[in-house]
């Protein structure tokens, strides 16, 4: 799989792909990201392409979405050569994938990730899903894009909140797997300067890569990409029913908090690198406190995926730069470390 990361990529896309080996072509996309990019794509694709445009939002993961999608693609006459663009955040990389993975046992796809979080973490590693009854990502499928192309340019029309939260998956690379990435991180001086942002992307997905290529179906290692995401789940199901909801990328920061509470607690993790994890999260803006019930964040977490036999297993740092999997952890030691990240 081939990945390109730089700026302007758009316009030139048709230089990337070898579009003439398709029979057919079509773009997923969102109404938002359509709004502000779509005429780029289209003027680098060179190509007639089918449209199919979603409305923005993690509801339309869904799987009436997805009906259609593939309705879309059979109406049309696509083939097994047929190629899917995926054009969007997560949301659209992720049924985007599910709907190519399925769609006549499998036809090519590709990931153009538009937000932060898509391009370190969902286009990259083959997972692809929608959300079913309420949990998230609960059917899905591990297959691979052929490509990922990341044109950071497309990252200056997201709204401030939603690019900061990529950060927050930026910065678990960093303590999962990199000290040296965590000092880069940690010591840059323009935040978020656009100068920055290809190194930062680059890093990242290397960093999810390696792993992944390990361990491609989480039956180990790639159970360390979890990390901070048991608490994170739990809250963002929660925060979904209320007004002002929590964005993943944010929710992931206070369980990066709270999973490395746990790991200091239990003797893991050394003050001192708990204290520079909180930091670097105050220092990217990531860092609140929430309010929540323990008995409903509990309950949610024993509905991880990652567990085992109704047992919550955590992925924890022992050190920034390593970790630890399927560690059970003292009810009474969870029950502190929300206490720690609560008002
Ligand atoms: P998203 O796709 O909902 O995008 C967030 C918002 O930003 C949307 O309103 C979208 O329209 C808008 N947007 C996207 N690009 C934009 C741009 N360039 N300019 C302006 N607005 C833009 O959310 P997300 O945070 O990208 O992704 C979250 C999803 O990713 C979740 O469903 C999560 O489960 C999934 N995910 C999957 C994996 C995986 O490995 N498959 C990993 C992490 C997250």
Do not use: C
Not at 38 to 49: N, P, R, S, Y
Not at 207 to 230: A, P, Y
Not at 237 to 249: M, Q, V, W
């Amino acid at each position: 799989m081939k990945i390109y990361v730089g700026e302007k990529i758009l316009t030139k896309i048709n230089q990337y792909l070898d579009l003439n080996s398709y029979t057919k072509l079509a773009v997923l996309t969102d109404k938002i990201v359509a709004s502000f990019w779509l005429d780029k794509l289209k003027e680098g694709l060179k190509k007639d392409f089918l449209s199919i445009t979603l409305k923005p939002g993690e509801k339309e993961k869904n799987l009436k979405t997805l009906t259609f999608i593939w309705q879309k693609l059979l109406k049309n006459n696509f083939d097994r050569k047929s190629l899917l663009i995926n054009f969007g955040g997560g949301v659209i990389t992720d049924i985007g994938g599910f709907a190519a993975s399925t769609y006549m046992r499998g036809i090519d796809y590709i990931n153009l990730p538009t937000t932060i979080l898509a391009a370190v973490d969902a286009s990259v590693g083959g997972k692809t899903g929608i959300n079913f009854l309420g949990v998230k990502n609960l059917i899905g499928t591990f297959y691979e894009s052929k490509m990922i192309l990341i044109d950071t340019f497309v990252f200056s029309s997201l709204p401030k909140r939603e690019f900061i939260a990529g950060f927050s998956e930026i910065i678990k690379h960093a303590i999962i797997y990199d000290k040296k990435y965590f000092d880069f991180l940690f010591n840059i001086n323009h935040l978020f300067d656009q100068k920055n942002l290809k190194k930062i992307i680059d890093w990242s997905i290397k960093i999810k890569m390696k792993i992944v290529q390990k361990d491609k179906k989480e039956t180990g290692l790639r159970k360390i990409l979890n990390f901070g995401h048991t608490f994170a789940h739990a809250i963002e199901s929660l925060s979904l029913k209320t007004k002002k909801p929590l964005l993943h990328g944010e929710a992931v920061a206070v369980g990066i908090i709270g999973e490395s509470f746990i790991a200091q607690k239990t003797g893991l993790l050394k003050k001192e690198d708990f204290f520079l994890i909180e930091e670097i999260i105050k220092k990217y803006q990531l860092f609140q406190k929430i309010n929540f019930s323990k008995t409903d964040l509990k309950n949610l977490m024993l509905k991880d995926k990652k567990n085992i036999n109704q047992k919550i297993l955590f992925s924890l740092p022992i050190k920034i730069g390593e970790m630890v999997f399927n560690v059970k952890v003292p009810e009474k030691i969870i029950n502190l470390a929300i206490d720690y990240i609560s008002l």
